[in-house]
């Protein structure tokens, strides 16, 4: 039994080790581990890619992506790494950088020197990322699509600070079985530079009727 989640917020807090609940706390949904059975297969033109043996309920968290917690400043001139996902859950929350604003139904408490650090961080982007290209599980693997099945959500358990949530990919819709879960990955056109300071570009393989042609 887990509760689902219908649609994206902007946070999701679930109870953590400070809470007086145990492990069958209803309000751990994403702490569970994995629930379907994923496989990892090979694509034509995206390289691998991920889809379940399960039939997938719209709203079930499927997977979190994991890696080594990382400074995202650390990661600016490394190249060659397709596996890191900036914790952009401040800039999802504010709509910044092309991000549609998310539901917001509880506010999270913040310090004047919260409210500080945050101005900074719309500034200067996300200041942490989860880098999984050495170390990570299944989800690095999943792909991007413009018309994805899964969305991503910030989850907070054990403090409050948007910088370090947990990001949890949830079912966006039922899937049904071997069907490639994507979601969206995010970018903003033109936003992504190289060493030389030249505008980047990935084209889309998604395939979907309304695709943006370009990742990035
Ligand atoms: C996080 S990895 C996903 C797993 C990857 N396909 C692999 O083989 O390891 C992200 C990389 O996958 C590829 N990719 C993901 N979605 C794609 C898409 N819709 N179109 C083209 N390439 C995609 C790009 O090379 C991207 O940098």
New binding site residues.
């Given amino acids: 039994m887990f509760l689902r989640l219908v649609e994206p917020r902007d946070v999701v807090f679930e109870c953590g080790p400070r809470c007086g609940c145990g492990p069958s706390c209803l309000n751990r949904t994403s702490q569970r581990g994995l629930k379907y059975q994923l496989e990892v297969y090979r ?1 034509k ?5 991920v889809r379940s043996r399960d039939l997938i309920p719209s709203g079930a968290p499927v997977c979190e992506y994991i890696g080594i917690l990382r400074k995202s400043d650390e990661l600016d001139n490394v190249s060659g790494n ?2 890191i996902f900036d914790i952009d859950c401040w800039q999802t929350m504010n709509g910044i950088g092309g991000r549609e604003r998310r539901l917001r139904d509880v506010s999270i408490p913040s310090s004047n020197h919260a409210k500080e650090r945050n101005d900074h961080i719309s500034e200067t982007g996300p200041e942490f990322c989860i880098d ?1 290209g050495l170390y990570g599980n299944v989800a ?6 413009c018309e994805p099945n899964l969305f991503v959500q910030c989850v907070l358990s054990s403090h409050h600070d948007v910088r370090l949530a947990r990001v949890v990919l949830f079912a966006a819709d039922n899937i049904l079985p071997m069907q490639e879960l ?1 979601y969206d ?1 995010g970018y903003e056109l033109d936003s992504v530079t190289g060493p030389d300071g030249k505008i980047k570009e ?5 395939g979907t009727a309304d695709c943006r042609k370009r ?1 990035y």
Avoid: E, Q, V
């Avoid at 990935?202 to 998604?206: E, F, G, K, V």
């Fill in positions: 694509t033109d995206k390289g691998w890619a397709d596996y999984a690095r693997f999943i792909n991007h699509s994507t990955y990935l084209p889309c393989y998604c990742l």
